[in-house]
């Protein structure tokens, strides 16, 4: 399995942008999928999960909650995070995730990760 992420990029706080992440490999409906961000000196952090296809729950961490969107798209093996009303404390490099284990990806120790697409938002 690979995972390639991509849409980071600079916005003002108030914006929006939308990450993807391209999944290759097979069994792509059985993962569960997600995001992780990590700013420089923090710790890593779970952003959003959404279970595998045909149940396809979300879940989110608080800070991002009500704000961020996370979908998947069986057909095109990509999984997306829709980011609104972004703060600068949302500045941080962001990681797509994959694994068979939901809790996996919700802890931010998924079985396979992608590169960082950086997101910063200025004040």
């Known amino acids: 399995v690979q995972l390639q992420a991509s849409g980071g990029g600079l916005v003002q706080a108030g914006g929006s942008l939308t990450l993807s992440c391209a999944f290759t490999?097979?069994?792509?409906?059985?993962?569960?999928l997600g995001w992780f961000r990590q700013a420089p000196g923090r710790e890593r952090e779970f952003v959003a999960s959404?279970?595998?296809?045909?149940?396809?729950?979300?879940s989110y961490s608080h800070p991002v909650k009500d704000r961020f969107w996370i979908s998947r798209d069986n057909a095109k093996n990509m999984v997306y995070l829709q980011m609104n009303s972004l703060k600068p404390e949302d500045t941080a490099d962001y990681y797509c995730a994959a694994d068979q284990i939901l809790n996996n990806v919700i802890v931010a120790a998924p079985a396979y990760r992608g590169q960082g697409t950086q997101v910063t938002v200025s004040s």
């Open positions: 490999g097979s069994s792509f409906s059985s993962y569960a």
């Open positions: 959404i279970r595998r296809a045909g149940i396809e729950t979300a």
